[in-house]
């Protein structure tokens, strides 16, 4: 196949196993933080086992690395299903690199629609709660690959699946308060949400409504109400002279149920590790009020409560054994996911500030 970029085959990344479901979509990343990082880096993190997570493709301007074959499932996007189902493209997120990514991918996208088939673009954040891919126009990426030019300013559309607010982790992970809140922030700026009204329910009506707000703020139309449609959506009421309704109260984190002291900095990890790193997998008689039998097998109470709220967070790839209260490699991959995007210091290991972060901290 003749290609319109670099191609290189090289490197393989180990974060990847069997796929077990046909191809469906194609979902759309961006490394995002630091933002001056350059594409080698990010694939020699990629294809460290370390990472924990990978791609299919790595794209920069005029390069494209496939360190994951599209037959083969990549451990993207945070979500069990999207993983079988979708193939990732990583996008280098440098402003003085955008149009020329933008033409890379979209040359891309193309080549893949040609053997797969018309497969739809989604963001990441459609499958787990983050920004990602953050200001890239999934619409403008479409069209581009279809072979029409991008829209002269604005976003429209993305090409994303039916009911996507009931897929939607970050939607799904919103409180009724939360969600409320909202709907009197779209209320407030004039926008009907239907005959529901201010229900504390994020279904259709709602999902419509911020999309015609996103898109008249001049924003990435996707339904989904983030952290950059509530500070446009609440400049755009500043300006016309109303007040934004104020948040509802920031959750709070139960305590840390480990031990901390100087020697003894208790924390849940792999059992590999040391004794300070509980994995609920064996017996520890430092934490015997954590770390308990149950039908015969041990397990951390605290960790499965750690677990559950990662799930509830829409950590899906958590669910195959549900709240377990194991520390094992799906756990410590799905932490270092969390970790990155909730800008967390790396390490796979569940301490105070991951522990707190899974209750109080809004993922970037």
């Known amino acids: 196949m003749a290609r319109a970029y670099t191609y290189i085959t090289k490197f393989t990344s180990p974060n990847q196993n069997t796929r077990n479901r046909k191809i469906e979509g194609i979902t759309i990343h961006w490394w995002g933080n630091p933002v ?12 460290d086992k370390r990472a924990g997570t990978s791609a299919h493709y790595v794209v920069s301007d005029g390069i494209v690395y496939c360190i994951v074959a599209p037959g083969k499932r990549a451990w993207h996007a945070g979500n069990s299903t999207a993983n079988h189902t979708q193939i990732g493209i990583e996008l280098d997120p440098n402003a003085s690199k955008r149009t020329g990514t933008m033409r890379t991918a979209a040359a891309l996208i193309k080549d893949l629609r040609s053997t797969y088939g018309d497969l739809p673009l989604s963001p990441h954040k459609r499958w787990t709660s983050t920004e990602c891919p953050g200001n890239y126009d999934l619409a403008a990426l479409d069209r581009l690959a279809r072979g029409a030019a991008a829209p002269a300013g604005g976003a429209s559309k993305p090409a994303v699946s039916k009911n996507a607010w009931e897929t939607s982790p970050r939607i799904q992970g919103m409180s009724k308060a939360e969600v409320k809140r909202i709907q009197q922030m779209l209320v407030d700026a004039n926008n009907s949400i239907g005959k529901s009204g201010v229900d504390g329910s994020y279904g259709k009506d709602t999902f419509n409504t911020v999309k015609r707000v996103q898109k008249a703020l001049g924003l990435t139309a996707d339904g989904v109400f983030g952290p950059a449609t509530e500070k446009a959506l609440a400049a755009h009421l500043k300006a016309m002279g109303k ?20 020697g003894a900095l208790y924390y849940y990890g792999l059992a590999s ?24 097998r041990w397990m951390s109470k605290g960790l499965a409560l750690f677990q559950a709220q990662l799930i509830k967070r829409g ?31 790396v390490d796979g290991q569940v301490g105070p500030a991951t522990w707190a972060a899974a209750w109080e901290t809004p993922v970037k």
Do not use: H, M, Y
């Open 36 to 47: 001056g990082q350059k594409i080698e880096g990010i694939v020699s993190w990629l294809c």
């Open 273 to 296: 590790g040391p004794k300070t790193s509980v994995s609920g997998q064996t017996r520890n008689t430092a934490v015997p009020g954590d770390v308990v039998q149950v039908k015969g």
């Open 243 to 262: 007040k934004v309704p104020a948040r509802p109260a920031k959750p709070k984190a139960p305590a840390f149920p480990l031990p901390r002291k100087t």
């Open 315 to 345: 950590w899906s790839e958590l669910k195959k054994d549900g709240p377990d209260g194991r520390f094992g490699k799906t756990t410590e991959k799905v932490v270092r996911q969390f970790q990155t995007v909730a800008g967390l210091k």
